[in-house]
């Protein structure tokens, strides 16, 4: 299995337990080379189907889709390097529109010093309990510009209670203004959803809440720490140590 293989496993993983704790509306179906992970929320990058391996074929993809469009969601198919042009054609042919591709980034256990990284002069962090999920979601939302909905429909007190489950909050002056979630699962700790505030952007903020989340992951049970990164996160998480091992399509439902 190649390196790319495992993280993206990893990922597959974390989605799944995401997932399977959310209520019914939730849907998981995996299929070989390819799996649909359907949190309901209206928002395409919160259903998706992924090619797990590069060998999969057209029609699981397919019929993946036809599942979460007949629920009414929108949703993505992010499609891995290496997949055989068919898939961008029936992707295509649904009306699906191409966005930027997602980096797939990794982090060994050794790398930059994240020890200094996360212990920020400014920002004091720590981590959330089960019943403060809206204080994630009112940061989030916010950060990512959008609806809170989103984030209450998939980060909720039963998510937070899971085990591994870690949601950060970085505050300045007791004001919260940055956020990020670590999920922690034998080999490795996935990153998600790390928002700062917009007015308190460009100080380290997001740099440092990631390295708290990495190093709590390190010192459980994890040997790498991997994310998908936004454009804007890009240079923060290279800097941190991660590499990427991948650039992933992302097709889009109209």
């Given at each position: 299995m190649t390196e790319a293989d495992a993280t993206t496993d990893a990922l597959l993983r974390d989605w799944s337990r995401w997932c399977n704790a959310l209520s019914d509306r939730a849907i998981v179906k995996p299929m070989k080379a390819v799996s649909l992970f359907a949190t309901g929320a209206h928002a395409p990058p919160l259903n998706c189907v992924f090619t797990a391996r590069s060998d999969v074929?057209?029609?699981?993809?397919?019929?993946?889709l036809n599942m979460v469009k007949g629920l009414g969601l929108p949703h993505c198919l992010?499609?891995?390097p290496g997949c055989g042009p068919e898939l961008a054609t029936l992707a295509r042919s649904r009306g699906m529109h191409l966005e930027s591709p997602v980096p797939l980034m990794r982090r060994e256990s050794s790398g930059p010093d994240l020890a200094t990284i996360a212990a920020h002069p400014s920002l004091v962090i720590r981590e959330l309990t089960e019943d403060e999920s809206?204080?994630?979601v009112s940061i989030a939302s916010s950060g990512f510009e959008a609806p809170p909905a989103l984030f209450e429909a998939v980060v909720t007190p039963a998510i937070l209670a899971l085990p591994?489950?870690?949601c950060y909050v970085g505050s300045v002056d007791r004001q919260p203004v940055t956020t990020a979630v670590g999920i922690v699962e034998e080999d490795h700790v996935g990153i998600y959803n790390v928002a700062t505030l917009q007015a308190h952007r460009g100080r380290g903020y997001a740099a440092a809440i990631?390295?708290?989340a990495v190093l709590d992951g390190y010192a459980a049970t994890a040997s790498f720490a991997f994310l998908q990164s936004s454009d804007s996160g890009f240079r923060v998480y290279e800097r941190l140590g991660f590499r990427t091992l991948e650039?992933?399509?992302v097709w889009v439902a109209a």
């Open positions: 074929e057209p029609k699981p993809v397919e019929e993946l992010q499609i891995r809206q204080l994630h591994g489950f870690h990631t390295a708290r650039n992933w399509a």
